[in-house]
């Protein structure tokens, strides 16, 4: 999974897409999924980095980015 190439994000969270003017804001945490996604990391590597960097277990972690996924792609910010 990647993000859209003309998705705009902000260090801050801050995400735009210009392709319908829509836009969001996300927390430490979804920054950081998003910059992995650009990155082009695995969801296996995500969910290694993000445990060692938010001391989270993984099973968790694992469900949650799963809802974030889902998030993206109901809001069009995915290429899969």
């Known amino acids: 999974m990647k993000i859209n190439k ?3 994000i902000s ?4 995400i735009f897409n210009p392709s319908n003017g829509d836009s ?3 927390n430490a945490v ?3 999924i998003i910059r ?5 990391s695995s969801k296996e590597e995500i969910i290694s980095e993000l445990t060692k960097t938010f001391q989270i ?3 968790t972690l694992e469900k949650d980015l799963g809802d ?3 998030m993206l792609q109901n809001y069009q910010l995915l290429n899969e």
Do not use: C
């Open 57 to 59: 277990d993984a099973s």
């Open 6 to 8: 003309n998705i705009a």
């Open 68 to 70: 974030f996924f889902l």
């Open 36 to 40: 992995h996604l650009k990155d082009g």
């Open 30 to 32: 979804g920054s950081e």
């Open 24 to 26: 969001f804001s996300t």
């Open 11 to 14: 260090e801050s969270g801050f």
